[in-house]
Nanobody, 118 residues
Framework: QVQPVQSGGGAVQAGASLTLSCEASGRISTLNGMGWFRQVPGKAREFVASIEWKDGTTYYADAVEGRFTISRDGAKNTMYLQMDNLKPEDTAVYYC???????????WGQGTQVTVSA
């Protein structure tokens, strides 16, 4: 199994930047990909961005394309989400998710709050 541990987040004003990190531990050789999701109270958790671990292919939600950048550091088994030009509507709890193995299974991080004020 592969388990994620998140760090980062906080409270900023609109237009500012934040970086989230997610370190994977366990059977890293089975890691397929990692991603970020976010959730606000009363709404479903939504996809933000993801990255394929082996070839680095990235995917973004339309709402964050051009403002957020997902990346990985293989030496540190860590994924990052650089969030620039943050908007109040980016306020949410952000969750890291890892995908590993065949058949593939997923694990969630503990979540971290991001608050953007106008």
């Amino acid at each position: 199994q592969v388990q994620p541990v998140q760090s980062g987040g906080g409270a900023v004003q609109a237009g500012a930047s934040l970086t989230l990190s997610c370190e994977a531990s366990g059977r890293i050789s089975t890691l397929n990909g990692m991603g970020w999701f976010r959730q606000v109270p009363g709404k479903a958790r939504e996809f933000v961005a993801s990255i394929e671990w082996k070839d680095g292919t990235t995917y973004y939600a339309d709402a964050v394309e051009g403002r957020f950048t997902i990346s990985r550091d293989g030496a540190k088994n860590t994924m990052y989400l650089q969030m620039d030009n943050l908007k109040p509507e980016d306020t949410a709890v952000y969750y890291c998710r890892v995908r590993a193995g065949r058949p593939e299974t997923g694990s969630w991080g503990q979540g971290t709050q991001v608050t953007v004020s106008a």
